[in-house]
């Protein structure tokens, strides 16, 4: 009991009334029969028994802070599709005693709040959030939020990650009062589950389409929901795949929402390497577009450097994936990977894709 404060409890016994109170005598340590015999048995609480009231000291909190402000993420129904659209939304909810006007943080140099993506530990990518959905709803003026009351507003707009699991979506924004005070708001992460289901991937290239990359990746997109379709052709380049109808009947006859990409093998050779890349800017050109495209380098072949570094900033709209780490183990020339070196390859590309967020 703190000091200064005052404990009285009445007790019915016997038809007569006993006070006990904190200041009462203490009770002689050579009568412990006294202590056993002044109370008889009675309830906490309930009949026959009056409960404690105890007074508020001066460092006691009565309910909950005059303002506090509780977010939520508003997502939409799971699972998302990955590089489909979806709308996020944040939920506010005054719970403190009294009515709070507030409003996000002025459009600035800062942004109004940031929306991170994670899988596990690793970054999926971040972007920021502006007061556009709040804009919409509420104008320029702050809304009013009374005690135990929420409201809702659009957040942002934006396309799934092409990871396949579970992702952490984390988001700051920052509110401020009526007379542009910082207001603190608590946002907890919100975790969602992403899948390819729906999704046809088409899968062009040279002969390194084949054995164990294709099989590795066939396998991943269908385990993730989606429809894997690869159409290796041997020898080709970038230049073979513009001039025949085979990437145009591809396209018609699949319809894929994504399509992958992989060459080099038998470009990295050429002579005038300038000339020659324009065929990756028309080609991913073609390929890309409202479709989601990943451009898959050749692997570690002996002299390959000086092409994958002017190729790699070439083939945009579609994202590059380095793949000189994967070194050839297969072939009469030691050009191609056996169905486990494949395999190693398809992880690293599959881990790859994930990360590639557009929002």
Avoid at 100 to 115: S, V
Avoid at 327 to 342: T, V
Wanted: hydrophobic share 40%; proline share 10%; charged share 25%.
């Amino acid at each position: 009991m703190r000091p200064g404060r005052r404990l009285v409890l009445f007790l019915a016994a016997s038809g007569a009334t006993a006070c006990a109170s904190s200041e009462a005598r203490d009770v002689p340590a050579e009568r412990p029969d006294v202590e056993a015999a002044a109370l008889p048995e009675t309830p906490a609480f309930g009949p026959g028994r009056a409960a404690p009231e105890i007074a508020p000291g001066p460092g006691d909190e009565a309910g909950p802070p005059a303002a506090h402000v509780a977010g939520g993420l508003v997502l939409p129904p799971e699972p998302l599709v990955a590089d489909r659209p979806f709308t996020l939304a944040l939920r506010l909810r005054n719970d403190g005693r009294v009515e709070i006007l507030l409003r996000p943080r002025p459009d600035g140099p800062e942004p109004a709040g940031t929306l991170r993506l994670r899988r596990g530990d690793e970054p999926v990518g971040e972007m920021a959030l502006s007061t556009a959905g709040w804009k919409t709803v509420f104008g320029d003026e702050p809304a009013s939020l009374a005690p135990g009351a929420d409201l809702t507003f659009e957040l942002a707009r934006l396309r799934a990650p092409t990871a396949s699991g579970a992702i952490r979506l984390a988001v700051e924004y920052a509110l401020v009062d009526a007379g542009g005070a910082p207001l603190p708001v608590e946002i907890p992460p919100a975790e969602v589950r992403v899948t390819w289901t729906g999704l046809t991937v088409v899968h062009i290239g040279d002969s390194q389409v084949a054995n164990g990359l294709t099989q590795g990746l066939a396998r991943r997109v269908r385990e993730a929901g989606g429809r894997y379709v690869s159409a290796g052709w041997v020898s080709s380049n970038a230049a073979r795949w513009l001039g025949a109808d085979r990437l145009r009947d591809l396209l018609h006859d699949q319809l894929p929402e994504i399509v992958l990409v992989t060459l080099g093998t038998n470009e990295y050779l050429v002579g005038d390497l300038e000339h020659y890349l324009a065929n990756y800017e028309r080609l991913a050109a073609r390929v890309g577009g409202p479709r989601r495209c990943f451009w898959i380098g050749p692997p570690g072949l002996p002299g390959i450097d000086r092409f994958v570094e002017a190729a790699r900033t070439r083939t945009a709209p579609c994202p590059y994936f380095d793949s000189r780490r994967i070194e050839p183990d297969s072939g009469r020339s030691r050009d191609h990977l056996s169905a486990a070196r494949g395999e190693e390859w398809a992880e690293a590309i599959w881990d790859w894709i994930g990360t590639q967020w557009r929002p």
